[in-house]
């Protein structure tokens, strides 16, 4: 399982990446790139709908009850059943909603920036989630909190600064990785600044789920299966139309959804990666999953860091084969600062995760962890949101 997770994982970044660096001729005949990020959204959602569909499918064959185990007991001790399937399938609506966005923003950053420092960057994730859960949650945080949270914002910044030095020595005439001619100067600023913006979101979704969690006491996979669904109809019913309406440089609108199927009809290509990408998403999310409660806070940070290796190590084996291509990454003079903003980022992450013990600080009792805990948290985070207030030794 933690092979596949890392597989998957990797398969499924680079792969979002690849997918918005093919060409195919679209409705007006023009041989034009698959700038098409609303669909990866899609892409996303509904493979964590087909997610809950299989896990309905598997649940059914094995005869497992339709309610979650609580519930039946309650049932069976004559006692008050609680909030009802359908409050909790509504709920649900809200981190899907917030997951919907966040994926967005990650894909419009991901045309304009390398693979490697998208991944990287989504690290500052763990900055906002725990700015949200001291103003929501009203968790406390402790010293070695604050020190992992200063450490990564100087890994994060570390990153950002080496990737807009290194796109500057690599792409000297196009410092917008190929993808979008009208940035001149400022598209990897533009790509990282999306990918940040969409951390924002994703620290929401975490935080909103560990807050529904208490009444929202679905298994993890229906959670997961049902932000899927929520997503799906939110992006047919509200998103796609509201994309055609709103104007914009993709033949008129904001994100042509005819175009979208266009260019997929006119290039098999296209199609493979999609098809490669919905089923790594689908598979990432089921493995992270399965592995959540066998994994500790070791585990989750080398999964992290080795991804993000897999990924670099990647693009940099293509530029030495294929230096045109736009998913290639080269090694530059700056390469050796982003290697060093990453460690630093992985670093703060342990300290703030109490993977790393820093002496002469308190920390908090270790107790138990319980089994119900924000399913974005444990899959898409190396750690998760402060602890409950707890005594300090």
Known sequence: MIVGMLLTGTVNTLTMKILFTIKSVDSTGDYALFKKPWFGTLNMLTAMFAVGIVDKVYRMLQ????????????????????????YKVLMVAVPAFLDLLATAFACIGIMYIPASIWQMLRG?????????????LKRRMHAFNWLGLAIVVVGVVGVGYAGVLSNAVSHPDDETDGNDDSRPG?????????????????????????????????PAMQIIGWEGAWGTLMMFALVYPALWLIPGEDHGHYEDGWDTWVQLTNSRDLVCCFLIYLSSCALFNATGI?????????????????????IWTFGL???????????????TVYSPLQLLGFLVLVAGQAIYGQVIIVPGLKYPVQTPVPSLKSPSANMNLAVGLPAENAEQI
């Open 317 to 331: 084996i293509v530029h030495i084969y294929n230096p045109g291509a736009l998913y290639a990454e080269a090694w």
């Open 290 to 310: 399965a592995i959540t409660g066998a994994l500790s806070a070791v585990h989750r940070m080398m999964l992290d860091a080795s991804r993000t290796t897999v």
């Open 186 to 218: 400022g598209g990897i600023m533009f790509g990282m600044a999306m990918v940040l913006a969409g951390q924002i979101f994703q620290a929401g979704q975490v935080v909103a789920e560990e807050f529904l969690m208490k009444d929202v006491d679905l």
């Open 124 to 136: 500052a994730c763990i900055i906002f989630s725990a700015i949200f859960s001291i103003t929501f």
């Open 63 to 86: 005869g497992a009850p339709t309610l979650v185990p609580d519930e039946y007991e309650a049932l069976a001790d004559g006692k008050p059943q609680g909030r009802s399937w359908s």
